[in-house]
């Protein structure tokens, strides 16, 4: 499988743990994204790194979430100190970045958070 | 700010019929434009994408257009078949953000019925 993969693909935890989520990119992708979705809404952005280098964060990426890219291969985003609110859908995507802007991003089929 | 806005949020129709799916932007200043599937519990697979310079793009039976000046995208289904059905999202890539910031609307949920 050439796609983007991510693990687990579900995840219940109770309210206060630590949880810690894993992507992998298309092999010859140097971008790599994080987005969240809930319930009726569109995939919201939260990070973005290109190769090892972690460009942009989100104002939605409080200070109890961290996003990791190292060796710009994999990407691990954690959340400590969960909160029922975190409970949503943790898009990862990758592309490979062009100097226009119009690359076309490929998602995986995500990981779903529930907190108790 | 830029906010995307799709509609209708759901939608039925019998096998055969041809369908439009609408989709408006605030802020022209937008980079591309893209439609995205996405099925119950998954991810979302890329439709098409078409760049601000271009009006339209197509891939089978569908095709996208996009009027920049206006604030609007079309996403046009022909022959619609029950494997359509699932929620199409749009999504601009907006200057006013980072280059991997896409703002999506919240999708329209079609139903294609045999």
């Known amino acids: 499988d050439t796609g983007v993969s991510q693990d687990p693909r579900h995840k219940i935890t109770k309210r206060g743990q630590n949880v810690t989520f894993r992507c992998d990119p298309i092999?010859?992708?140097?971008?790599l994204y994080w987005y969240r979705q809930t319930l009726g809404q569109g995939p919201e952005f939260l990070t973005y790194?290109?190769?090892?280098?972690?460009?942009?964060k989100s104002r939605l990426l409080s200070d109890r979430f961290s996003a990791e890219r190292p060796k710009g291969s994999f990407s691990t985003l954690e959340i400590q100190r969960t909160e029922q609110g975190d409970s949503a859908m943790y898009l990862c995507?990758?592309?490979?970045?062009?100097?226009?802007?119009?690359?076309?991003?490929?998602f995986g089929s995500g990981t779903q958070l529930s907190v108790l | 700010k830029q906010e995307v806005t799709q509609i209708p949020a759901a939608l039925s129709v019998p096998e055969g019929e041809n369908l439009v799916l609408n989709c408006s932007f605030t802020?022209?200043?937008?980079?591309?434009l893209q439609w995205f599937r996405q099925d119950p519990g998954k991810g979302l697979t890329s439709l098409l994408l078409?760049?601000?310079?271009?009006r339209e793009q197509t891939s089978g039976r569908l095709n996208a257009s996009l009027d920049k000046s206006s604030g609007r995208s079309t996403l046009y289904i022909a022959a619609s078949q029950p494997g359509d059905s699932a929620t199409y999202l749009c999504?601009?890539?907006?200057?006013?953000?980072?280059?991997?910031?896409?703002?999506f609307g919240k999708g329209t949920k079609l139903s294609v019925k045999p």
């Open positions: 995507a990758s592309s490979l970045a062009l100097a226009d802007y119009n690359e076309k991003l490929f």
């Open positions: 092999s010859e992708h140097n971008r």
């Open positions: 790194f290109q190769n090892e280098a972690q460009l942009e």
């Open positions: 802020d022209s200043a937008i980079y591309n």
């Open positions: 078409i760049q601000s310079s271009q």
């Open positions: 999504a601009v890539g907006w200057y006013g953000g980072s280059q991997g910031n896409l703002i």
